[in-house]
């Protein structure tokens, strides 16, 4: 089948490339139609790219390769529940979760039944563990690796203002250098539920801290009725000691990356209640239904999509800056790097062959303002250029004392700086210059809620999903991720041997570290 360098539209977006590399950005932005153009709102967010060197025509290339490319068709694919994940066999269906009532969406009826029992098995175990008639829960301990845990923790951050009175403290354990006793060794067993979450149930750094949680809490009476399992693989749960009541369905078609749609997200669900989870789920279905039924032309996420293929394949960016300012949103860009880089950072197409254009970049930032006081010097001075994007609110009722008027004064500041510069310096100051030229995208939450933010995490999975389809490209896999797994599984099973010849079968440069390591350890 053909790839997207196979249609003369390529070599047509290659062509205009350098037409619109002559246009400076500060002079594209005083063209006032340009907001016409170049804004975009849905009911919860505002997109604003008009600071991108970008024209109608650059667009419209785009927008006619996306038609050859079969998007409509692989879009269609994937709301159908067809095996979009090739490598492995699988549907990719975490929207289901929180769209399976919208009839609009082609999606199988056994497909809309699991939804349905996966989010009514959670409300039953919260309603069990939070009823009025149990002591109150003061923690949660949750462990997990991956996407099992970056969405929980950027959850849990941004519904802050959501928690209900008295919310649980929940205290999240992934990398095996946390220091697990300090966290929780103090803390009451019978006020406690401990939340074990994998969905093969076979990840080794979550097996570990199930382990070591159990010796902490070895003499709790019971302590077993407060552990949760959330795996697609309850048998395995079942024989590390979970009791089958106690382990919630995890379906097979929700992808790691994507499962802050699912019982993953159970911690941050205690903390606010199912029915701020619920406005959450709600305003992720309203962009699955732009989506999946707006034209190409007016499609958002397939918009930003074709915007990140015409910077990294046109003007050869091979970075982008995500600055979210807003403090309930600055887990947001490790949230994104994940959920971007492991899906589309790959150079093999299904096509079977290997890609002859550029991929995934990488993404890579810090919050607002920090972000201003660490690299934003590169970016606006750098002899690189790498694209900004800011994520900031229109509205918030809760960010007291103006703080909000403060980031977004100066989220609007850098991003007009970068596109437009300065020339405050002379020629005795040139270091006061500032070029400008540089590519700023906006991004507004109109307003501070959970629909919003629920809106904002699901238009980043579909423009992830709409360049891995234009791309061709399985964004569903993550076979990259398990080499290194592999050789460490390896190494720490000969680690425990009592001679060192399993080093010899290395290279040189590895068997220096093992035996460096050795010597030291044994």
């Given at each position: 089948?053909?790839?997207?360098t196979?249609f003369p ?5 290659k ?5 619109v590399?002559k ?5 594209l ?6 907001i ?8 919860r967010?505002l ?14 290339i785009?927008f ?10 692989k879009?269609?694919?994937?709301f ?24 609009t ?16 098995s959670?409300?039953t ?5 939070c009823?009025t008639d ?11 690796i991956?996407g099992s ?21 929940v205290?999240?354990?992934s ?13 009451d067993?019978k006020?406690t539920?401990?939340i ?11 097996i ?17 009725k ?8 309850p ?11 106690n382990i ?6 929700t ?14 669900i205690?903390?606010?209640g199912?029915?701020?989870f619920?406005?959450?789920?709600n ?9 999946f ?6 499609n ?16 050869e960016?091979?970075t982008r ?22 899906s ?5 197409v ?7 254009y ?7 930032g ?18 690189g250029?790498?694209?900004a ?16 008027e ?11 700086g ?25 991004i507004f ?9 629920g ?18 490209i ?6 990259g991720?398990?080499?290194?797994k592999?050789l ?9 041997t ?6 010899k ?5 590895t ?6 390591f050795?010597r030291?350890?044994r």
């Amino acid at each position: 089948m053909p790839v997207i360098t196979d249609f003369p539209e390529w070599e047509e977006l290659k062509k205009h490339v350098p037409v619109v590399s002559k246009n400076n950005i500060n002079k594209l932005i005083q063209d006032p139609d340009r907001i016409n153009k170049f804004v975009f709102k849905t009911e919860r967010l505002l997109f604003d790219i008009t600071k991108n060197k970008i024209d109608s025509t650059a667009l419209d290339i785009l927008f006619r390769l996306a038609e050859k490319t079969g998007f409509n068709q692989k879009k269609q694919d994937f709301f159908s529940g067809k095996p979009v994940n090739t490598t492995e066999n699988r549907p990719a269906l975490h929207h289901a979760l929180r769209s399976y009532e919208n009839k609009t969406l082609p999606y199988p009826e056994n497909i809309r039944a699991e939804a349905r029992q996966s989010l009514a098995s959670i409300e039953t175990i919260y309603n069990r563990f939070c009823s009025t008639d149990n002591k109150k829960i003061t923690d949660v301990i949750f462990a997990g690796i991956g996407g099992s845990i970056t969405g929980p923790k950027f959850l849990s951050n941004a519904l802050k203002p959501f928690f209900k009175e008295n919310a649980p403290a929940v205290h999240f354990l992934s990398s095996p250098v946390t220091d697990v006793k300090s966290i929780i060794e103090n803390l009451d067993p019978k006020t406690t539920i401990v939340i074990i979450a994998s969905k093969s149930f076979s990840s080794v750094e979550t097996i570990k801290w199930w382990s070591v949680i159990q010796n902490i809490f070895v003499n709790a009476p019971d302590f077993q009725k407060h552990c949760l399992a959330i795996t697609a693989a309850p048998q395995k749960a079942i024989d590390a000691g979970f009791p089958e009541e106690n382990i919630v369905h995890f379906p097979t078609w929700t992808g790691g990356r994507y499962s802050i749609w699912s019982a993953i997200s159970l911690p941050v669900i205690f903390q606010t209640g199912p029915e701020v989870f619920h406005k959450f789920l709600n305003g992720a279905a309203e962009m699955d239904h732009h989506f999946f039924t707006t034209e190409t032309s007016k499609n958002i996420p397939l918009i930003f999509a074709l915007l990140d293929i015409w910077h990294s394949n046109g003007f050869e960016y091979s970075t982008r800056a995500l600055l979210p300012y807003h403090p309930g949103l600055s887990l947001l860009t490790e949230y994104v790097q994940q959920l971007e880089m492991e899906s589309n950072g790959k150079s093999f197409v299904i096509e079977n062959g290997i890609a002859n254009y550029k991929t995934s970049g990488i993404v890579w930032g810090l919050p607002g303002t920090d972000c201003q006081h660490s690299f934003m010097q590169l970016l606006h001075q750098g002899t690189g250029i790498h694209p900004a994007e800011f994520v900031g609110i229109l509205k918030d009722s809760f960010n007291s004392d103006h703080f909000n008027e403060m980031l977004v004064a100066n989220m609007i500041a850098q991003s007009t700086g970068l596109a437009c510069g300065s020339e405050t310096g002379d020629a005795d100051e040139p270091y006061r210059r500032f070029p400008g030229d540089r590519p700023a995208t906006v991004i507004f939450l109109k307003e501070y809620t959970p629909e919003a933010i629920g809106s904002l995490l699901a238009f980043y999975e579909h423009r992830t999903f709409a360049e891995g389809a234009m791309l061709s490209i399985n964004s569903f896999d993550q076979w990259g991720v398990e080499l290194g797994k592999q050789l460490a599984v390896n190494i720490l099973d000969n680690l425990n041997t009592s001679n060192n010849d399993w080093i010899k079968s290395y290279d040189k440069s590895t068997q220096n570290l093992l035996q460096e390591f050795t010597r030291k350890n044994r």
